[in-house]
């Protein structure tokens, strides 16, 4: 595949992972946005206050260049460690963009929880989420999507 000077792909074929976010605080839908993007690739994140966006969201997944990030649901959760208001919905996206398509995140500067909770609400408190779609779902993944080698 050709490559310009910075290294990445011939524009036509480059991949890009860009938000689509659910969160009430975007003016827009997740579809309306990846609708202006249909060639590229898109991320999608989402939380408690946004599950009234979650059915297009869930739509989204017939699209083989969108993938959810699951970032900071700590945040947006109803309730305290576990999390549980958050499983469901969790469980939602993840049956519907499976492994290779949903990306832990978080952004502990927001979190009303430990760096440790954020982690094993995903490791430890999801019995849906184990083995090799654990390793998937905590970075492996994420680092497939954007194209980064993981040395092993």
């Not at 991949?15 to 659910?22: G, L, N, W």
């Not at 605080?25 to 979650?54: K, L, M, V």
């Not at 970032?71 to 469901?88: I, K, L, N, V």
């Not at 993840?94 to 609400?121: H, K, L, N, Y």
Request: net charge positive.
């Amino acid at each position: 595949m050709a490559r310009g000077r910075t290294g990445r792909r011939a524009r036509g074929a480059r991949r890009r992972v860009v938000p689509a976010d659910c969160r009430p605080d975007r003016r827009t839908s997740p579809g309306a946005q990846t609708d202006r993007r249909p060639h590229g690739r898109a991320a999608g994140s989402r939380g408690a206050p946004a599950y009234r966006f979650q059915p297009e969201l869930l739509a989204l997944a017939k699209f083989p260049n969108v993938a959810v990030k699951a970032t900071g649901q700590p945040g947006y959760a109803e309730d305290a460690y576990p999390f549980r208001s958050c499983h469901r919905h969790l469980h939602r996206c993840f049956d519907a963009f499976g492994p290779e398509r949903m990306f832990w995140g978080t952004d502990i500067t927001r979190m009303p929880c430990s760096w440790r909770q954020c982690v094993t609400v995903f490791t430890e408190e999801l019995p849906w989420l184990q083995g090799r779609d654990l390793d998937l779902v905590m970075g492996e993944a994420v680092c497939n999507w954007v194209g980064w080698r993981l040395s092993g």
